[in-house]
Each structure stands twice: as C-alpha cells, then as structure tokens.
C-alpha cells in the first residue's frame, strides 16, 4: 500500500480550514513534504503533500469526511515512493522567471504565451499575479497588469528572442530572467535622464529657445538612432547653442516634465535601500534638479560651458558617451562594493547600450528599435516604476 499522498482541496475559503485539515493530519502522525496554497477571489486552492507512518486508510476516510463537511471538495492521489524520488532529484534545476506587463493581459494573449512557453519545452510551476485589483468602474488613472510566470527550465537565447517579439506583437512587454538570488538583490540602478526619468530632451528643449530647434531635433535623432557618433553629434548641436543666456537652464528646469511613475520608483527604491544615479549624456545642471527632487545619489552628465551669464558653445571635457556611460556605472559599483550582477541599468538610446549589456539587469526603456533589438529586457507599455515588477515587487508594496 503507497503511503505517499497528494491531498487537493478546493472550495470556498474562510478561516480556519488549513488549521482543521493540518490538525487531522496531526493526529494520523503523517509527514508533510510538500504544501502549496493560493487563494483567488476568496476560492481556495490548497495542496499538500503527506507521508503516512502506518495504514493510511482510516486516516483518509475522516479527513475527507471533516472536508465534506467543510463544503470543500478533495481529492487524494497515492504516489509511489520512485516517483516521489524522481520530484526529489529534479529540485535545484534552473528556474526561469516570466514577467508579463501590459495596460491589461487577455486569454489570447496568454494563449499565444503559454504556446511558445511548451514549444521551449518549458513547465509553468507558479503563476503570481503583481499588480494591483482592478475595479470594474472605469479609472481616472491608467490600468496596467502583470503577471509572474516560474517556469521550470532554461530559457535559450531564441526563446527570449522569440518572446520579446511575441510580447511586441500583442502589445505587452516581457522580461526574462534566470531565478537566481541576484535576481531578488539587487543594490544599484543607474538611468539615463532624458526621455527615461523626464519626458523630454533637454537638448531640444534649450535649442527651441535658442532659435536653433529643427536643426538640432535632426541631429538629436540621428544620434539617438545610431546614425551619428554621440561626441561629434553633441558638439554639434551645442555649438548651436552658442549666445543662449544661462538663466534659461532655469527656465526650462522649472518645467521638467517627470516619466510615469519616476516618483513612486525612486520612493520604493529608496526606502530598499537601493543606491540610485543618472548617468546620462545629457547635462549635470538639470540631473542635479532631478537629484534634488527625486533623492538620487550620485549625477554623472555632461556640463555646458558657461562664459559672463551664456553659453559658449561648448561642452566641457570629458564627453559622457556610451563607453563613458558603461565605464561609470562600472566604477561606480566598485566604489560601493557592489558586485554587476546586482547593477540595474535604464536608458532610451543608443548612447545607452553599453551601459545596459554591463549592468546585471539592462533595461531599454520606451526605447528607439535598435534599442530595443539589441537589449535583453524592455519596458514599453508601462511607466518606469513598473520596473519594480521585474524585481518582484508587488503593486501594494510600491510607496506612493
């Protein structure tokens, strides 16, 4: 006779139930070696795996009839001591995390998912749901949803390749993740500054006021596509700015227009204990207000030269390019003692790629296409503090 049990229980919950069940288990002297339970719009779902000492079978008898009672329905499955020895030999196989984030996520596009996910030869071992309730009224603010998929299993390169292209095409993101302990401590994040924590280019902004802001729109794309060397473009179009008066980075610092979430991101990170810093090709000036405002630790930028109250025209050396940017974040987490693997990177640009492959986790953030194509994990849909997503972090949890 198999002594080895799998107890399902499903139904309506309330408390006090896991109590009754465990102490009837408690009283037949079993052994627990496994126990999962989820509860979804007050319905239960628990399983519990149980060894018993001697015959089991009056045993099961009372538990089921105490469950009948209970107006829940179970089910008891016996397993055989080689299988239950072969679900012991399997535990430490790499586990693959599965973020899902969209405005809203429909069975199709969880089908469509969850097809690519077995073609992979991948399990679903756990779903998890991250975000927050969503009431049926319509809300003032937007919706977003995420869900956490633990897959069994190592995710290949096409796999992500292929996902990524999927979650496109479904009008969601994705992100990808070997389930590892760095995963869930991470200690440092790095963010580009313009059109990732403010929704502007800054360069753009000032070149407007300058007269100048066709001309540099242009090159600005050109580098921010990859079509220009960053320092050559840069050079450029602050040369265009020549003569602006100074008190115009005042001005427009005023009117910094904050990324979707950037506050309650840097509130949550900072109560972790999470050291921040832009390292942006932008200009220290208008980090150093975003510092001010959001609390981050370090700026590292670009600074405008500044002669009798107006812009020169020049930038000063040395130029924050995407070497410069990566070559940062590296001394940075040196200085810390934090090791890369436990580095965050954000960035929209070209500029931003180096950066995004050193740190442990790279993240193109409403990104140009070649970002996007060229990094491991990008956020498009939602705002930047769906970040937290990807670190695990549940909507109640967020600091507002």
Known sequence: MHQITLINVTGRDRPGLTAKLTKQLADAGVQVLDMGQSVIHDYLTLGILVRFPQVRQPHLTALQALLIDEGLSVAMTPVLDSEYEDWVAKQGQQRTILTILGRSITADQLAT???????????????????????????????????????????????????????????????????????????????????????????????????????????????????????????????????????????????????????????????????????????????????????????????????????SGQVLAPIMDAKGKAQTLTELAQREAISMSQTIAVGDGANDLEMLGAAGLGIAYHAKEIVRARSSHAISTLGIDSILYLLGIKDHEQLS
């Open 113 to 311: 998912l969850s097809e690519a996910v077995t073609l992979e030869g991948l399990n679903i071992d756990h779903i998890s749901r991250l975000s927050g309730r969503v009431p049926l009224a319509p809300m003032s603010a937007p919706t977003r949803a995420c869900l956490e998929w633990s897959l069994r299993g190592s995710a290949s390169a096409e796999f992500r390749k292929k996902m990524i292209a999927l979650a496109s095409d479904l009008a969601l993101d994705v992100a990808i993740q070997e389930d590892g302990i760095f995963r869930r401590h991470r200690r440092l994040i790095a963010f580009d500054m313009d059109s990732t924590l403010i929704e502007t280019e800054v360069i753009d902004e000032l070149a407007e006021c300058a007269g100048v802001g066709q001309e540099v729109k242009a090159i600005t794309e050109a580098a921010m596509s990859g079509q220009m060397d960053f320092a050559s473009s840069l050079r450029a179009r602050v040369a265009l700015l020549k003569g602006l008066k100074a008190s115009t980075l005042a001005d427009i610092a005023e009117k910094l227009p904050l990324t979707e979430g950037v506050e309650v991101l840097f509130a949550t990170l900072k109560r972790l204990g999470y050291k921040t810093a832009i390292i942006s090709g932008g200009f220290d000036y208008f980090g150093h207000v975003l510092q001010a405002e959001l609390g981050v630790d370090y700026v590292f930028a670009n600074r405008l030269e500044v002669i009798d109250g107006y812009l």
